[in-house]
Nanobody, 121 residues
Framework: VQLQASGGGLVQAGGYLRLSCAAS????????MGWFRQAPGKEREFVAV????????YYTDSVKGRFTISRDNAKNTVYLQMNSLKPEDTAVYYC???????????????WGQGTQVTVSS
């Protein structure tokens, strides 16, 4: 599978963005899908994960109640709706695919190219 992330941009604090990650190649619905982010000078970190069917999700504590991960297997796309954005959400956001439902960066074998999200104060 190949992944293409999009939807990043510049937004003021309190604003919102929706990221998309389109998949091509092997059957999208066979993968659990994760979103990760990497801020300048920091390690890549887990944001959210959604199960193959979309029935299970999990979030890092800092985004709970603000971000929502979802997927449309018919469109081979996973989304990250980001509301009430904060300056500390500024990072490059990556989507990733794996056979396991994991929060660990090292678990994921397939990565998209990343999309920049910048939140101004």
């Amino acid at each position: 599978v190949q992944l293409q992330a999009s939807g990043g941009g510049l937004v003021q604090a309190g604003g919102y963005l929706r990221l998309s990650c389109a998949a091509s190649g092997r059957t999208f619905s066979s993968y659990h899908m994760g979103w990760f982010r990497q801020a300048p000078g920091k390690e890549r970190e887990f944001v959210a994960v959604i199960a193959r069917s979309g029935g299970s999700t999990y979030y890092t504590d800092s985004v709970k109640g603000r971000f929502t991960i979802s997927r449309d297997n018919a469109k081979n796309t996973v989304y990250l709706q980001m509301n009430s954005l904060k300056p500390e959400d500024t990072a490059v956001y990556y989507c990733a695919a794996d056979d396991t439902f994991s929060t660990r960066v090292n678990s994921y074998d397939v990565w998209g190219q990343g999309t920049q999200v910048t939140v101004s104060s």
